[in-house]
C-alpha cells in the first residue's frame, strides 16, 4: 500500500511540475507582449488620429472665420473708396483719414489672405495625412485582432490541457493518505521536487548525495516514508 502511495507521489510531483510549466506558459505567452505593444501602438494612432481631426475642424471654422473677417475689410475698402470719388470729401485732411483706413483695411486683407493660403496648405497635408494615418490604422486592428484570436485559441488550448492535468492531480491526491501529502508539502516549501528518485550507485536524484547502504535497504524495502540524510526528501 506505501509502495503505491509513494508512486503515485512520485506521479503528482511530475503532475505538478506540468501544471507549473503550462501556468508559466499561459501567463508569458510569446504573442501576449506582442499585442500589449501592438494595442499600445493602436491608442497612440488613435490619439494622433483624433487629435488631427480636431485641428482639422479648427482650420476649416477658422478659414471660415478669416473669410468673413476678410469679406468685412473688402466691404469697408469699397465704402472708403466710394467716400473718396464720391464728392462727399471736402478737405485733404479727410482725404488723407480715409485714405489711411483703406490702406489699413488692404493690409488687414493681405495678413487674413496670408494666414488663409498657410491654413489651406495644411489643412491638405493633415486630409491626405489622415486617409494614410487611417488605412494603417485599419490595417494594424486587424493585424491585432488575427493574432488576438489565434493567441486566445492556443490559451484556450492550453488551458484545456491544463484542466485535464489538474484532474488527474486530484485523482492522484485521492490515492495518497492525508498524513502523506502534508509531509510531502511541508518539504515542497523548502525543497524542489521533494520526491527523489535513489539511482544504481545510491544518489539522491535531488541532491546527488550518496545515501547510505541501510538508507537504500529501506527505500528498497518501502515499509514507510524514507528521507534524505543529506537534503530531507522523500525517497523512491
Known sequence: ????????????????????????????????????????????????????????????????????????????????????????????????????????????????????FEMMEELDDLETNLIQDKEIITKKKKEYNEKRLKTCQEIDRIKKELDMILKQKQQLEAGISTEILSKYNRIKEVKHNPVAMVSADRKCSGCMTEISVMIALEVKQCVGLVYCENCGRILL
Open 1 to 116: 500500500m506505501i509502495k503505491e502511495e509513494l508512486n503515485n507521489l512520485y506521479k503528482l510531483q511530475e503532475v505538478e511540475g506540468q501544471c507549473k510549466m503550462l501556468e508559466k506558459t499561459i501567463k508569458s505567452h510569446p504573442v501576449l507582449k506582442n499585442l500589449s505593444e501592438l494595442k499600445k501602438t493602436i491608442n497612440n494612432l488613435d490619439t494622433e488620429f483624433k487629435n488631427k481631426k480636431e485641428r482639422v475642424n479648427f482650420l476649416k471654422k477658422e478659414l471660415k472665420r478669416i473669410e468673413q473677417k476678410t469679406d468685412e475689410y473688402c466691404n469697408m475698402i469699397k465704402q472708403f473708396e466710394e467716400r473718396i470719388y464720391g464728392g462727399e470729401v471736402t478737405t485733404i485732411k479727410e482725404l488723407k483719414i480715409l485714405r489711411d483706413k483703406q490702406e489699413i483695411a488692404r493690409l488687414k486683407v493681405k495678413d487674413y489672405e496670408e494666414k488663409a
